[in-house]
């Protein structure tokens, strides 16, 4: 306090401004992490797309990825190969999943997919099966 | 340990002080979130009290809001039979031996019976499973006739917050169990949780209802999926994991 009362005008501008851009920082990095978590999340929050859990395995020559697809419709699942490296799988939810169920931090809305783009670790040739067991979806894949 | 490395390393706030010593079931997220879903389910359907938190600059910088109630991630509860510590944050594998300090002041503090722990054996092959493998350690050979009859004597790598504690429960001689069940390496498991309830239910002589753990297992995963998640990003960072078996020094 006495350093601040025995201060010139301009330090005191100095030490204003540097408090702002201080604030402002972590404001920013705030709204990355926000931002970051959301798309983590989500695929499509306007869109009402989850991004469902998945995991990739490599065996041989062949690609497994599952997805974990809680309480979807099973005659729902897509699955598509939109190119050699990207494996798209999508699912409708039975019933609208409110946000707050997923997350108090994600702004109002309500989910009604699973969407996602799952990025395989090699070129894959076809889809060589897909299955749905305990929530647990399974696509196999053949690789290149 | 010292007191004064107590005080250091985290903070022990009790809530009731008139805590019996029972067996201690420790929960944390892992492998299929299988020991925090069981802790979560018996504390939700019983409304287990709070009985005391812990502090520590090492968790991570957050907390559990409740109906607006702040509480702190790690927290302990009391039923009449068993003593649940509960982490809702993942633990840093860097602070994995803080956390064991924890349970072991715990310990020493209500002259404890026993210590239970469980975690997730990842099978990739989990959702294929009808019937999942349930294994166990344990540090007396009696726990075996007494709660573990049905129950496979696990023998491998074990890796992870468990083993950690599992190391220091051996330093000190204390009697401690910790159960091992087939569950998703990334995903949440329920159904494997409802099973390792069944045996802490068999352990402390009390039938703990597993019917939310099965038949809403589907919302509990996608609940739980963000803390799935992050548990594997962590587990990730360690470079070897549960299942390896043992260099086979005697075969």
Redesign the interface.
Known sequence: MYEVMNMGFEEFEEMIDEFFERFERIIREMRRKMKAFEEYLTEDIEGGALKPLTSVYVSGDKITVTADLPLVEPSSIKVELLNPKILYIEAKIKREIPSTYISCSLPPCTFKYFKARVRLPFPATKISSVKLYRDILEVVLLRE | MSNMLQKRIFTLKWLDKKIKPLPLFVALPDTGLVSLLTAANIINQYKLPIAGYVDADWLPPMISILEGKPLSPVRLYVDEKILILISEVPIYPENWSNFSQVVLSIYDELALPLIIGATGLPN?K???LDKLRLFASYTDKSFKERYLKNVNDFSGLLAGPYASLLRSFLMREISAILLIVDS????PDP?AAALVTDVIGRIVNKQFDVNILLKK???I???A??L??ETQRIRSAVSTETGRPPTSFYV
């Open positions: 990739p989990r959702h294929n998703f390496p990334n995903y159904e297992a589907s919302e995963k996608l609940m999926r963000r799935a998640a």
